[in-house]
C-alpha cells in the first residue's frame, strides 16, 4: 500500500483536502482528484504552460510542482475567475478579441495573464509578450491574445476607483 | 550514438601484474564505476549490471558481457557489452579492446580502444554529453584499477606485502561525475589538457 | 420593400455571412469547461500506458510481462501475441498499407508500440509500463532515405516483402512503396533541350511535425451486455475512423461511435488511425471496461503523424525574359517504416502535382518516389492540404533561383508568369483546372502596401555597408477542398461531405454536419451561413459535429476542405429548406411560387410589400396542418455534397528579413500577407487562422526540425529542442485581402486556414536566402536557425569585422 499523506489547501476559494502519493503531480491532483480539467497537459517537460494555475500569489506551472508542496497554499485556478456569474475582464477580453481558437492554451493562458495584471497593471505589449513566453499557443499567433490583455488591462484601469 | 575512445594510462606495476588483473573479468568490472558481476554464465560469457545515480534518481542497466578474445602473448582482450536499462528506455553496447604494454620492470601502460554506442533515452538526451561522461568514466575506471593492482614491493622491504586494496565504487554518482566534467572543461579552457 | 435602413437592421439582426461574429464556442473554453479527451472520466475507467521500444530496428526475442504484471495496480498487458485471435495485430492505415499495432516480432522505428499495460491510474500504469523486459536484438538501421533502396540495403518491412504492390502500383525494391508520376516528361525534356537557361536545386523540406497543443488519446468503451463500442477520440475524420474500425474490428459499424469532442489543434497530426487507439479498443472489449490512453508529448513527436520529409529536386526551363517553358520536380519521400499518409487511390503523394503554382506553365513533369525507413510512420498534410506545401515550396523557391540567374526583380518575374485572369478556368499542364484567380492586382496591393521598390532600395544600401536584409515573395495558389468522389477518396470513400439541417416550428436550427472542427471555429461560420442562406439569425442556430451517431457522414476536417465542401453542403440543404418554405408561403399568401421575392429574412408577393411571410412564421406554419396538397410536415433537409472540383485560394506574400551576419539570427521585420479565400464568411476568424498559419510557417521555416543519429535515435523530440515559437519571437501580422469567388461553389467560397502556412513557409525561406543572393547563393535548407545561417556566414567568411 502507496503511502499517502493528506494534504489541504484552498481551491478557488474552496478548501480541499486529498490523500496523495508524494510523487503525485498537482496537474493530476486537480483534473483528477479535485475534477478541475481546466488547467491542461500539453508537455511533459514544463515549457507549454496549458498547466499554469495561480498559487500564493505566483504563476506556477502544476506540472511541475508536487501536491504535498501545497499544503496551507491558496490556489486559484481558471474556474475560479468567474466570480457571482461575472466572467473576469480577461475572460470577456479574450472572447471579444477573438484570443482563443482550439481553447487548449486558453487556461493556463488567462491564469498567467492574470497574474500579470496584477502585478503589472499597465503593461506594454513587450512585457506582455515576455510575460506569456511561457505559455504556448499553436492556433492564434498570440497577436490576438495580447490585444485581448491589453483590453483587459484598460478595463480593470478604467474599473478603479479614481 | 556512438562515441569512440582511445587511451592510454600509465600503472605502476609490472606488466603481467597489470595483465593478470586484467584478465579477471569480475574484478575489472568492479572497478567500473557502478558495475557489478552477478552472474558467471560460462567461461566467456557474464551478466552484470550497472547502477547510475543522479541524486534522488537512479537508472540500472542490465546487460551481458562477452570475452571475445584473448592472446596472452600480446596481453589484448576484447570485451564486448551489451544491456539495457531496466524501464527498457535505454540501449547500450560497447566494443572494448584492452592491451597491457611493458614500460619496464616496474610499471606498464595500459592501453583502451572502445566503442560505445547508445539508444534510446540515453542518446536522446545524454548523447550531447557521451564524451564527456565516457572519459570521466574511463579515469574512474583506470584510478580503481590501478588501486587493485598489488604494489611493487620495496627492494628494501622483499617482505611481497601487498598494498591494501580500497573497497571498489558501488555507484556511479552522476552528479559527481558532472563536476568532474564541468571541473575538467573549465581546466582545458584556462589550462594545458591533460593527457 | 422596406427602406434600406429597415433592411439592413433585419440583416444585422441575422448575424450572417460577412459579419465578424464573435464565436458561439468561446463560452466555454474561456472558463476552461472545455471537453477534451482527457477530461472524460467514465466508471471502472482503466489508464494505458505503451511500452515503446528504445531500438528503431530490432527483432523481438521474447517480451516478459511477468514483472508487469504484479505491480500494484496492473490489471493486464497486452502484446501482439494477445491482438492475434482477433487479427488486429496489424491494421490497414489511410494509405493503402498496413501497420503493426504491436510490433510481432520486430519494431521499425525507435518508440514504436510493442506492448501496452493496463492498470486503474496513469501511475500505477507507468510504473506497469516501466517493469516490461523486452529482450531485443538490435539491427542496423536505414535513416537516410537515399540509402533505402541500395542493393544491401537491410530489409525494413519483412511482413510485405513479397507485396509487388502496397496500394499505388508496382514496386521495385523491398523498401520501395510507390513511384508516381504526372504530367509529360518528353514534352518537359524537349522544353529543357531548347531553353535558353535552364536552372537547378536540390531543395530538402526536411521532416517536421505538427505539434498541435494537445496530444493524441482516446477513451474506449466497450458495453458487453449492449455490444456497443464507443470511443472518445482526438480524430479530424470520426466518421473516416467509425468505418476503418467496423473494418477491423468485426464489430457492425451501426454499433460503433466516434465521438470527437473538443480537440486541442489538430493540424493534420490527428486524422491518422494511431496503434494507441486499436489496443485501447481491445483492451476495453477484453477487460470489459472502458480504458482510456493519451500520449505524452515526447510519444506524440516521436511516433505521430510527422510532415514532409521531400527530398526534392527542382528544375525550371526559360527563355531569356524568364518566362518558364518546362518544369521538371522530383522528389524522394521518406514515408518512415509504414505508409500512413492519407492518399487518395490515384493520387499517393497527395496533390503535389500542383507544382505548377500560379504561373502559366506549357511543359511540366513531376515525379515522386517514396521509400520505407527506420523512422516514425507517416506523413501527415501540416496545415496544409496533402503534399501541397512540398509542391508550393519547390516552385515559390525555384522561380527565385531563376529570377536571380536572369537577375530579373523576384515581383517581376512572377508578373511575366501568372496565369493571367483572362485564361481561367485554366488547366495546368499536370492535369489541375483552376476555377479562378486574378493574381496580378492582388500581388500589386501587397507591393504596393509594403513599398516594394523602397525596400529594394534600403537593401541595396544596406548590402554596400555589408549588411543582410532580404525580401521574400510568394505568390501561391492552394488546392483545396478535397474533393470530387472521381478523384478523391480514402481506402475507397468518396470525399464527399453533408450536413443535415432541422429547423424546429419556434424558428431554431440545429444543423450536423460530417466535418470536425479543431478550434476553426465551425460552431460560428456553419451557423453564419445558414443564417443568411434561411433568414434565421445565427443565435438560433446550433451546430453540432463529431458524434457519429449524430451526424452526417463526412470526411472531416483536414486540408482545408470544411468551408468547400460541408460548407457548400450546408447552404445546399438550407436551400432545399428554403424552396419548401417558398411553396409553404406561396401556398399561405394564395399566390405562385413566381410571384415571389426573398428579401433578407422573408418571402414578399412581388408588387405587393405589404403581402409577406417571414421564415419564422414558415418554421411554425410548416409543422401545422395547412400545408399545400400532398406535402408532408416539417422543415429538415440533408445534402450530400460532391464537390464538382477543389478549390484555389491564393495569395501574395511579402516578407522583409534581417540577417545578422556574426549570429546567423535572423528577425523578420515586416510580413505582409494577402489572401484571396473568394468569400468571406467571419473575417473575424479568417484574420486569426492567417495570424495562426503564419506562426506555424515562421516555426517551419526557422527551426522545426526531427533529427536522428545513425543509428535511428530521435535527437530532438522533446519541447526542449523542437521548436514552438513563443509570443516573445512570434512576428506581428499585416494581413488583407483581395475577393475572387470560386464560380462552383454554391457561396463562393474557397477555404482558408492552411494558405497561410503554405505561403508563409516559402516566403520567409526566400526572404532569407534573398539577404545572401547578391553573395551568389542561390538556396539554403530549411530550418534557417541561427546556427544553419550562421554556417552560411562563415563559409561566406562575412561573420567576421
Known sequence: MANKHVVSFTLNGKEVDVAVEPRELLIHTLRERLLHTGPHIGCETSHCGACTVDLDGMSVKSCTMLTVQCEGASMVTIEGLEQGGVLHALQQAFHEHHGLQCGYCTPGMITRAYRLLQENPNPSEEEIRYWISGNLCRCTGYQNIVKAVQAAAQKLAAAQPA | MKVELEKSFPLPAPAEAAWALLQDVEAVAGCMPGARITERVDATHYKGTVTVRLGPASMAFRGEVEVKEVDAAARALRLAGRGMDSTGTSGATMDLHARVEAVDAASCRLLGRSEVSVSGKAATFGGRLMQGVAEQVLQQFVANFAQRLPAVPDVAAGDGAAAPVPPPQRELNGLALAWAMLRDWLRQLFGTRRA | MGDMSELQAREDQLQGMGVSLLRKEDARFIRGQGSYVDDIKLPGMLFGALVRSPYAHARIKGIDKSKALACPGVVAVLTADDLKPVKLHWMPTLGGDVQAVLADQKVCFQLQEVAMVLASDRYAAADGAALVEVDYEELPAIVDPKKSMAADAPVIREDIAEKKDVGHGPRTHPNHIFTWEAGNQAAADAAFAGAAVTVREEILNPRVHPCPLETCGCVASFSKATGNLTVYLTSQAPHIVRTVLAMLSGIPESKIRVVGGDIGGGFGNKVPVYPGYVVAIVASIVTGVPVKWIESRIDNISTTGFARDYHGIGELAADADGRIKGLRFTALA????????????????????????????????????????????????????????????????????????????????????????????????????????????????VLKAVDYEGLRREQAEKRAKGELMGIGIATFTEIVGAGPTKACDILGIGLFDSCEIRVHPTGGVIARLGTMSQGQGHATTYAQIIATELGLPASDIVVEEGDTDKAPYGAGTWGSRSTPVAGAAAAKAARKIKDKARQIAAHLLEVGEGDLEWEVDRFTVKGNPGQAKTMKELCMAAHTGNLPEGMEQGLNAVSYYDPPNLTYPFGAYVCVVDVDRFTGEVKVRRFYALDDCGTRINPMIIEGQIHGGLTEAFAVALGQQIPFDENGNHLGNSLMDYFLPTAVETPRWETDHTVTPSPHHPLGAKGVAESPHVGGIPCISNAVIDAFAHLGVTHMDMPHSAWRVWQQCHALGIDRH
Open chain 3, 334 to 445: 521518406d514515408h518512415g517504416a509504414f505508409n500512413s499518409h492519407v492518399s487518395a487511390t490515384k493520387f499517393p503523394a497527395g496533390l503535389f502535382s500542383i507544382c505548377t503554382g500560379s504561373y502559366a506553365i506549357p511543359n511540366a513533369y513531376c515525379r515522386v518516389d517514396a521509400v520505407y525507413t527506420n523512422k516514425a510512420p507517416g506523413g501527415v498534410a501540416y496545415r496544409c492540404s496533402l503534399r501541397v506545401t512540398e509542391a508550393v515550396y519547390l516552385i515559390e523557391r525555384m522561380i527565385d533561383v531563376l529570377a536571380q540567374k536572369l537577375g530579373i526583380d523576384k515581383a517581376e518575374i512572377r508578373r511575366r508568369n501568372f496565369v493571367q485572369k483572362e485564361q481561367f478556368p485554366y488547366t495546368t499542364s499536370l492535369g489541375w483546372t483552376l476555377d479562378s484567380g486574378d493574381y496580378v492586382p492582388a500581388l500589386e496591393k
